[in-house]
């Protein structure tokens, strides 16, 4: 069987600037694969061509057996692909359920009863936005916003989750929730591509990694044979 994404030779430019510079890698069902990286390395640059929301250069780029690499970001989306980008942006001033009910948008066919199941899902995975549904959404803290958008992109019931940073600007115990939430979905059959600078947490709930460094990848194995690299210990783990 084929990878649920396969990913080879991708180039992503700025203009002139090269920031992804032909990589190769794949993520097979139910696995959590992470690509680690300090700041610049192109790991958000990766993400936004997966989804269609930055064009590659030369490349292609595979999801359940099709060609994403010139398919519409919205039709990405519907085909199973989810992303929670770095930054979370939730819509501040909509309430927490209006912001999750956005992300099931594009599935126009759903009742309202598979919705509301969904939304029950959520609920039970993120209790504390279940406590305030009817809140707006800027009254959450960083983490639970981190939680809203991770709920946002489940609700479209993706076979592949993309999260950007989510252990971003967090506390430790935030940080270790979020990640414990990631092992749970992986427990659910989610299969999960983790965008980390924090390459220690990452690299302890991941299956395989890769190491992204000037938009090339320097190193891939699994998740546990990184944690013990020295030159990953070295460049990353040392900071933590
Ligand atoms: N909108 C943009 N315009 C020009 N250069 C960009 C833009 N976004 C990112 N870059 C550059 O692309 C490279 C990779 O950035 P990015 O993918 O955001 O890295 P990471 O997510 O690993 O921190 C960096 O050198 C960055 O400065
Ligand atoms: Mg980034």
Redesign the pocket.
């Known amino acids: 069987m084929s990878p649920l994404l396969e990913v080879t030779d991708l180039h992503v430019s ?1 203009g002139k ?1 090269e ?1 992804v510079k032909g990589i190769t890698f794949r993520v097979e069902e139910g696995e959590v694969v992470t690509l680690v ?1 300090s ?7 990766t993400l936004r061509a997966l989804s269609g929301l930055h064009r590659p250069a030369a490349g292609t780029i595979s999801f359940n057996g099709t060609r994403i690499d010139a398919t519409p970001a919205h039709e990405i989306v519907s085909l199973g692909l989810g992303h929670s980008p ?1 930054g979370r942006h939730v819509f501040a001033r909509m309430t927490i359920e209006e912001n999750l009910l956005l992300g099931a948008f594009l599935r126009k066919s759903a009742k309202r009863s598979e919705l509301d199941a969904d939304l029950d899902r959520t609920y039970a995975m993120f209790p504390v936005l279940g406590d305030r549904r009817q809140q707006a959404a800027g009254t959450l803290s960083g983490g639970e916003q981190q939680m809203l958008a991770m709920g946002r992109a489940l609700m479209n019931q993706p076979r592949l989750l993309m999260l950007d940073e989510p252990s971003m600007g967090l506390s430790p115990i935030m940080m270790k929730l979020i990640m414990t939430t990631v092992a749970e979905l992986r427990k659910t059959g989610t299969t999960v591509l983790l965008v980390e600078q924090n390459a220690l947490a990452a690299l302890k709930l991941a299956d395989r990694g890769y190491v ?1 460094e000037g938009g090339k990848i320097v190193l891939e194995d699994t998740g546990a044979n990184l944690l013990i690299n020295e030159d990953v210990q070295k460049a990353y783990l040392g900071q933590d």
Request: no cysteine; net charge neutral; charged share 15%.
């Open positions: 700025y600037i920031a990286g700041n610049g390395a192109g790991k958000t640059t770095e992204l």
